[in-house]
């Protein structure tokens, strides 16, 4: 038809990518990013922070108190690398969030002693 042409279809390039496929693919990164974002706070239900803990409590001291409320998966007890001492705080992941309400209720002041 006269008068009337087609735009030509941006093609890919070498360096150059389609602008509706960057977005998909932004579009597909969000979402992971929001997926991982979900995971680590769904995870963290699980944890609990305890403070003030003696300097020399160890991994194992943190273990044996807070096993008796429930099954104690991981223990990150935060190290001072120029004392190798512990810095006097810990984060415990439990199998379950129940049993990290019943650590966070029940043991409100527990003695951690090394």
Same mark, same amino acid.
């Given at each position: ?5 087609? =735009? !030509?279809? !941006? ?8 602008? &509706?496929? *960057?977005?998909? /693919?932004?579009? *597909? ?5 929001? %997926?991982? /974002? ?6 963290? %239900? ?5 403070? &003030? ?5 160890? =991994? ?9 409320? &429930? ?9 001072? !690398? ?12 439990? *199998? ?6 019943? *650590? ?5 002041? !527990?003695?951690?002693?090394?």
């Amino acid at each position: 038809m006269e008068g009337m042409h087609e =735009e !030509p279809e !941006p093609q890919e390039d070498s360096g150059h990518v389609r602008e &509706g496929h *960057a977005e998909i /693919v932004d579009a *597909a990164k969000k979402e992971e990013h929001h %997926e991982d /974002v979900k995971e680590k706070l769904k995870r963290k %239900e699980f944890e609990i922070f305890v403070g &003030g803990l003696d300097k020399d409590a160890t =991994e194992d001291d943190l273990r044996k108190v807070f096993s008796e409320v &429930g099954n104690v998966t991981d223990v990150r007890l935060m190290m001072n !690398p120029q004392t190798k001492k512990n810095k006097g705080f810990a984060f415990l992941h439990f *199998a379950t969030v129940e049993q990290a309400k019943r *650590a966070f209720t029940e043991l409100k002041n !527990p003695l951690v002693l090394p």
